[in-house]
């Protein structure tokens, strides 16, 4: 709830990496080293009680741990990786963006009030790998991957083995 409030007063982001090893409450904890600076768009009480951040992703990021905050925040050296360039979808996608499409219409997707370039390969392989309910690894695969194209050829093989 610092860190939270901290960046909101200050207009500053803060860095989300998926689990590697351990829990966020655990002493020791391992996170991968690629993650995503984000800023805080929305906060609200969930019901049971826990505290509910809506988040936007800006840049993808290394991260080099540096340890622990008294207050148990993760701290790391954090550098700024080489942004994708655009890249227009090509054609032979047409099953994955209408699978995209379909997740959007859900309630609790529709919530989140995603912006998509339907039209760019980035922005289709970053939604499905943000929203598929695939395993971690390979969700932190596919944010590695800096090639639009190859994610989405990854998105669809992954898409295979769900539906076999």
Not at 85 to 108: E, N
Not at 124 to 141: F, H, M, N, V
Request: glycine share 10%; hydrophobic share 40%.
């Amino acid at each position: 709830i610092d860190m939270i409030t901290q960046c909101l007063k200050a207009q500053e982001s803060f860095v989300i990496a998926l689990l590697k090893q351990g829990s966020e409450t655990d002493t020791f904890v391992e996170y991968f080293n690629v993650g995503t600076t984000v800023f805080v768009q929305d906060f609200n009480q969930l019901p049971n009680g826990l505290l509910g951040v809506t988040v936007e992703g800006v840049d993808k990021v290394e991260i080099v741990p540096q340890g622990r905050s008294d207050s148990g925040i993760q701290l790391g050296e954090v550098t700024g990786l080489m942004e994708e360039a655009y890249q227009p979808l090509p054609g032979g996608y047409s099953d994955i963006v209408s699978l995209l499409k379909r997740l959007m219409h859900y309630p609790d997707v529709n919530e989140l009030t995603m912006v998509v370039d339907w039209g760019d390969a980035r922005h289709i392989g970053w939604r499905l790998t943000e929203l598929l309910p695939i395993p971690i690894p390979d969700k932190q695969r596919l944010l590695e991957i800096n090639d639009p194209l190859m994610r989405l050829e990854q998105v669809g093989e992954l898409l295979t083995l769900l539906e076999g």
